[in-house]
């Protein structure tokens, strides 16, 4: 483990017009930490996510992100070609709807190698060998990699979606409600995949979800949010086990019991 | 004798929002410390507060008041204000945990559900294993349900996993929160055996136990959590 985080978040704010997005936002995340980001839908945390993955610029703060090299580089003070760099090669982003991460023409195979190719990589046969092993990794079978994801059910086009990110071996994966929209058994088989693929990268990941279960499993630190402020934040067990603030405790009580 | 981990003055109470904000004190003044090679139990009625006691030093509930001071590494920590990054690193190094019940994952083997904190202090997978393995037959867990996930297991069963899950890693420190509750005689005695070998090998075992022969059997100490109730040291 470094003893220097891989991001740096101080004081994040995007408000549209008068309306607040997300406000005041800070934390720290190290290298192979899952931080969740729990609330109701319009609590602000797809926006956080978007203004952290520089898919959206905030009003105000700061986020300075660590390269490989160990320079902190301050996100929002990029030029546009350089986070876009960045996104291809060290970052991921996982969309809750996988049509927004894929492309739905071209063949699975051609998805994930698509990525590989932005880092660089010329050699067919290799591509297509890391492709296939991408595959089986994320459980589809290599029969299909010349089938277009639009072929895929909803389960398998958010697998493809998963190898497409993970391929290029990222430091950061941005994940918004990944298993959203799934039933439960799909759900189980994604969220098993995604945690052994996080331990075994040690992956950074910041995890927007609404469903506290998902949560648990998947993160170790998590920030509850509501009306765009961070309401709670600390170790995921504890903010579930112990909810201190008046609408994590709502959160928690609302949970269906199976 | 050193001692890991020393408790003082410890408050802990429930603030329940949804119910206009009443306040529950669980406990008030918790001081106590724990000794390597020794078992120390904390021992009243149900509602007194054990359970709670062992989460704060968990770090799974919020401490209140006071200092939870715990040696990790070659430094003293506060677990009772430390980060949470500074917690993890607490569990996978220093203090292990084992639950009343299991929290399953979907999925995952009960081999690898109890391989898994050894393999994240950096030992390799296949030698985790293979201590899993052993654990997992001295606690008579049928071979033939190693590779299935436990979310179908018996409560005997999830809870025998649990306990290799806690007993697999060396962390000097271990906290047991009820682990025979559910057992037969015959599995009871094997813990026995477990935490009298823990206690040989400089452990610090801090546990609750309802069953009187476990207690009888493993207790080097006694703390009365009931002198914990908050209310006592207004007096």
Redo the contacts between chains.
């Keep these: 483990m470094t003893d220097e985080p891989l991001l740096r978040v101080s004081a994040l704010s995007k408000f549209y017009g008068s309306r607040v997005g997300c406000d005041n936002v800070s934390f720290d995340l190290w290298p192979g930490e899952v931080l969740a980001v729990v609330g109701e839908s319009g609590s602000g945390k797809t926006t956080l996510l978007n203004c952290l993955s520089t898919r959206l610029l905030p009003s105000s703060g700061t986020a300075s992100y660590r390269m490989r090299d160990g320079q902190f580089r301050e996100l929002y003070r990029m030029s546009e070609a350089e986070r876009r760099f960045l996104m291809r090669t060290d970052w991921g982003f996982v969309h809750q709807n996988p049509a927004d991460g894929l492309r739905m023409t071209v063949s699975a195979g051609a998805n994930v190698g698509e990525r590989l190719m932005a880092v660089g990589d010329r050699h067919y046969g290799k591509i297509r060998a890391t492709a296939v092993d991408w595959l089986s990794r994320v459980e589809i079978e290599e029969d299909r990699i010349d089938d277009e994801p639009r072929a895929f059910s909803g389960g398998m086009r958010q697998r493809l979606q998963i190898a497409r990110n993970l391929v290029t071996g990222p430091r950061l994966v941005f994940m918004d409600e990944p298993t959203g929209g799934l039933d439960v058994s799909v759900q189980a088989r994604l969220l098993d995949l995604l945690r052994g693929l996080v331990t075994d990268l040690g992956l950074a990941a910041i995890v927007v979800t609404h469903d506290l279960a998902v949560a648990r499993l998947l993160s170790q630190r998590m920030m509850v949010m509501k009306d765009g402020r961070v309401v709670e934040s600390g170790l995921t067990d504890r903010v579930l086990d112990d909810p201190r603030a008046p609408y994590t405790q709502l959160l928690v009580s609302s949970i269906l019991q199976v | 004798m050193p001692t890991p981990l020393v408790v003082s003055d410890v408050a802990k109470s429930?603030?329940?929002?949804?119910r206009d904000g009443i306040k529950l004190p669980v406990v008030s003044g918790v001081s106590f410390s724990i000794k390597a090679g020794e078992c120390t139990v904390l021992g009243g009625p149900s509602g007194a507060g054990k359970s709670s006691i062992l989460?704060m030093l968990y770090?799974?509930?919020?401490v209140d008041e006071g200092q939870i001071i715990v040696k990790h590494e070659d430094g003293l920590i506060d677990l009772a204000h430390a980060s949470?990054?500074t917690?993890?690193?607490v569990r996978r190094q220093t203090i292990g945990y084992v639950s009343q019940f299991l929290r399953t994952?979907?999925?995952?083997s009960a081999l690898d559900v109890v391989a898994e904190p050894l393999v994240e202090r950096g030992e390799e997978r296949e030698i985790a294993r293979g201590k899993a393995r052993a654990l997992l037959a001295q606690l008579n867990l049928p071979e033939k349900l190693w590779a299935l996930p436990p979310a179908t297991f018996s409560g005997g069963e999830q809870q025998r996993v649990n306990i290799a899950r806690g007993f697999i890693t060396e962390h000097p420190i271990l906290l047991l929160d009820e682990p025979t509750a559910s057992l037969d005689a015959t599995n009871r005695d094997v813990v026995i055996e477990l935490i009298a070998a823990k206690k040989a090998a400089g452990v610090a075992l801090l546990g609750i136990f309802h069953d009187h022969d476990v207690r009888e059997a493993v207790a080097d100490r006694i703390i009365d959590v009931t002198a914990f109730a908050p209310g006592k040291l207004a007096a």
């Design positions: 429930f603030t329940m929002h949804l989460k770090g799974n509930y919020a949470p990054r917690v993890l690193a994952v979907p999925r995952v």
